[in-house]
Nanobody, 117 residues
Framework: QVQLVESGGGLVQPGGSLRLSCAAS????????MGWYRQAPGNQRALVAS???????NYADSVKGRFTLSRDNAKNTLYLQMNSLKPEDTAVYYC???????????WGQGTQVTVSS
């Protein structure tokens, strides 16, 4: 199963930007779906953004126009560029990846994003 390691989280002021990285232990070209979930204290884990093998992306309404998914296949890395950050974006962000016909997704360990003044 692919190993995923997130990085890039931290503390940022409202309106600031962060770029999260998800480094995979193997090729990410053929994943059926990849993306990011987030979980804030007291809340359920929610999908933030996803991308399929054809490159089609999907974003939660709350982040549309502010967050952008991208991938670097040569580096086996998925990125989440987060701009115009808001306090409600504060959460632990988790990367996931699922191959076609796989029973389970792979998950990273999570990276904390805190948006506060």
């Amino acid at each position: 199963q692919v190993q995923l390691v997130e990085s890039g989280g931290g503390l940022v002021q409202p309106g600031g930007s962060l770029r999260l990285s998800c480094a995979a232990s193997e090729s990410i070209v053929s994943f059926y779906s990849m993306g990011w979930y987030r979980q804030a204290p007291g809340n359920q884990r929610a999908l933030v953004a996803s991308i399929n093998s054809a490159g089609a992306t999907n974003y939660a309404d709350s982040v549309k126009g502010r967050f952008t998914l991208s991938r670097d296949n040569a580096k086996n890395t998925l990125y989440l560029q987060m701009n115009s950050l808001k306090p409600e974006d504060t959460a632990v962000y988790y990367c996931y990846a699922k191959r076609f016909l796989a029973s389970f997704s792979s998950w990273g360990q999570g990276t904390q994003v805190t948006v506060s003044s």
